[in-house]
């Protein structure tokens, strides 16, 4: 028997999440077992927990998009037990069994080689959050943004991806200016390495179709009103890189920014993301991230305290990365 948290459906519809115990009958089908030791709180899961966004496909799930642990059963020969790996998107935690529990069962084709710098905790303190942010970064990098082409804008800058991306980005020597909403993170973004911050508000009401020329490349984890204003207000041949959707599913912009200042805009899809990007993404993560700056903002958690926090990170109220230990 292992612990899970279970999301559950009565038949009038309501939700409810518990920690409960179950046995291997439950994993689904795959030809890896996995011991998990490690898994984090990401803005997806946050909503799955709640029920304040539809994630979940089919009931009961346990939640958790992302679990980092030690191969338990493999017939799979790309595994063998003992092995330390990683598991990012693919549907888990969706409709796919999830990493909020001590056991998981995949494909092996889903699993990424934990990298040699990461204890399986320190690979979830980054989480999806982290791996996805070095998405973004991997995409201006390709689209020829270099810390000489101008300042690099971070938005939802103290939230997972985006703290993640601020301290990345200021160890490769970019400019960051930082967007975000919580005035009391200024010290916390500073020591993250943002040179500016700026206020949420400045991007969040609707602007011009074309703002003053500022930023040579841009990651955005709000989609919304403030996408088109971040459009709107980079440098000619600047590149934005779009993740997310904290404010908003829409895109109320002009096409004016692409037509008239040649602004490339990426979109960056970390689920079905493929094995050789991932790979890359995480082997620059573990070259690039300074482990006690990452330790300093990284609280452990249980599996019975992931619900309370999923509500506290959807209200802005979680500080730093919640990794959740399951070993
Ligand atoms: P977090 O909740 O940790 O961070 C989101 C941040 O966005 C908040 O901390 C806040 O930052 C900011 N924010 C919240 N509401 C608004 C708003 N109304 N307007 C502008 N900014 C806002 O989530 P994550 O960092 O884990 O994820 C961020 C987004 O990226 C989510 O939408 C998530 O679904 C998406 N995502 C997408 C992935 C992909 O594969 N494309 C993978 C991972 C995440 P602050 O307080 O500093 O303003």
Redesign the pocket.
């Known amino acids: 028997m292992f612990d899970a948290l279970l999301i559950e459906k009565s038949p009038d519809g309501q939700q409810s999440v518990h920690v409960r115990q179950v046995d291997e009958t439950s994993l689904p089908d795959g030809d890896v077992t996995v011991r998990v030791e490690w898994s984090t709180l990401?803005?997806?899961d946050?909503?799955a927990i709640t029920g304040r966004g539809p994630i979940i496909r089919q009931f009961p799930m346990a939640p958790g998009v992302d679990f980092a642990g030690v191969v338990e059963k493999s017939s799979n020969s790309a595994f063998a037990p003992g092995d330390r790996v990683l598991l990012n998107?693919w549907g888990v935690g969706e409709k796919h069994w999830g990493g909020l529990a001590q056991k998981a069962r995949v494909p092996g084709e889903w699993l990424t080689p934990l990298p040699s710098a990461f204890s399986t905790r320190s690979a979830m303190a980054l989480g999806?959050?982290g791996?996805?942010a070095m998405?973004c970064i991997l995409a201006l990098q390709q689209q020829g943004v270099t810390r000489e082409s101008g300042p690099v804008l971070v938005?939802?800058?103290?939230?997972?991806?985006?703290?993640v991306a601020v301290m990345l980005l200021a160890r490769l020597g970019y400019h960051v200016v930082?967007?975000?909403?919580?005035e009391a993170?200024r010290d916390h973004?500073t020591q993250l390495g943002a040179s500016e911050i700026l206020p949420?508000e400045d991007?969040?009401k609707p602007g011009k179709p074309l703002e003053k020329a500022r930023w040579a490349g841009a990651v955005d984890?709000?989609?919304?009103q403030?996408l088109a204003n971040v459009c709107a207000s980079m440098k000619p041949g600047g590149v934005v890189t779009a993740?997310?959707?904290?404010?908003?599913m829409d895109f109320p912009a002009t096409v004016a920014p692409f037509i008239l200042r040649g602004v490339t805009l990426v979109?960056?899809?970390?689920?079905m993301?493929d094995h050789g990007r991932r790979v890359k993404a995480w082997d620059a993560l573990a070259e690039l991230v300074d482990m006690d700056k990452l330790d300093s903002q990284t609280k452990e958690i249980t599996l019975q305290d992931a619900v309370e926090a999923a509500a506290a990170?959807?209200d802005?109220k979680?500080h730093g990365r919640a990794v959740v230990k399951l070993d």
Do not use: M
């Not at 984890?221 to 919304?224: H, L, R």
């Not at 993740?243 to 908003?248: D, F, K, T, V």
């Open positions: 990401n803005y997806k946050a909503l998107g999806t959050a791996y996805t998405l938005t939802g800058a103290s939230g997972g991806v985006g703290s930082a967007v975000t909403g919580r993170e973004l949420r991007f969040s984890v709000a989609g919304g403030v993740c997310g959707l904290a404010a908003g979109g960056i899809d970390s689920v993301c990170l959807l802005g979680l």
